[in-house]
């Protein structure tokens, strides 16, 4: 598990089965938790360090998203630039950011903010955050923040660009070839590549918060 995260951060050697096992385990016949309750374990779990332990904060929040208020977008921020990699940003984008932003349309406007940042970890949150959105995406934010980073030379930016725009073709296959066609010399050739890959014959299978590598 170490050596396929490129030694970047250690693990107990858990299979993903047996931990959530475990998780169910310590979770049995516990009240609902409430949001404090959510960020006290969340930070408590990030300052552990082997991975599964984020892993568990992860399904914490993902399992209890609904009960995140919009300030939790404050606490995201901060356990998505903490440890920072594919693993836990995905699904903080996804399961977490996407969800609190979906109910709390006001926080599009730091959303937009979160596009351009400089860490390009927070910039990949906000171009993957509507992965799970469907027919609720807003597609003009979509687009914006993919051409707002499609110059970027970043591997994990143009990366999230395909793979957000290669979700939403499963939506609206026109729009998503049209943004393409209209990009063709701004987009990289992996961004390209990946956003067209359903809609050319590759992968039919659903997106997993795996990694896009």
């Known amino acids: 598990m170490t050596a396929y995260m490129r030694n970047i951060f250690p693990f107990l050697g858990i299979p993903s089965p047996a931990r959530l096992a475990l998780e169910r385990d310590a979770l049995a016949g516990l009240p609902r938790p409430s949001e404090a309750d959510l960020i006290a374990a969340s930070r408590s779990l990030w300052t552990l360090p082997e991975r599964e332990y984020q ?55 730091e959303i937009d903010r979160w596009a351009v940042d400089e860490d390009f970890w927070v910039a990949r949150t906000a171009i993957l955050h509507q992965l799970k959105a469907k027919k609720q995406t807003d597609a003009v934010r979509l687009f914006r923040f993919c051409e707002l980073r499609s110059a970027d030379t970043e591997f994990f930016i143009r990366k999230a660009i395909g793979w957000a725009l290669r979700e939403y073709s499963k ?11 209209e990009h063709e010399t701004t987009l990289s050739g992996l961004s390209k590549r990946e956003a067209l890959l359903w809609l050319n014959g590759g992968r039919t299978a659903g997106p997993k918060l795996t990694p896009e590598t």
């Open 55 to 109: 892993y568990a904060a992860l399904g914490l929040l993902s399992r209890n998203a609904r009960a995140l208020s919009p300030d939790f977008i404050t606490v995201a921020r901060e356990l998505i630039t903490t440890k920072s990699w594919w693993d836990t940003v995905d699904s903080l984008a996804a399961q977490v950011v996407g969800p609190i932003v979906l109910r709390n349309p006001a926080l599009r406007t």
């Open 171 to 181: 939506t609206d296959a026109a729009a998503v070839r049209e943004f393409v066609a």
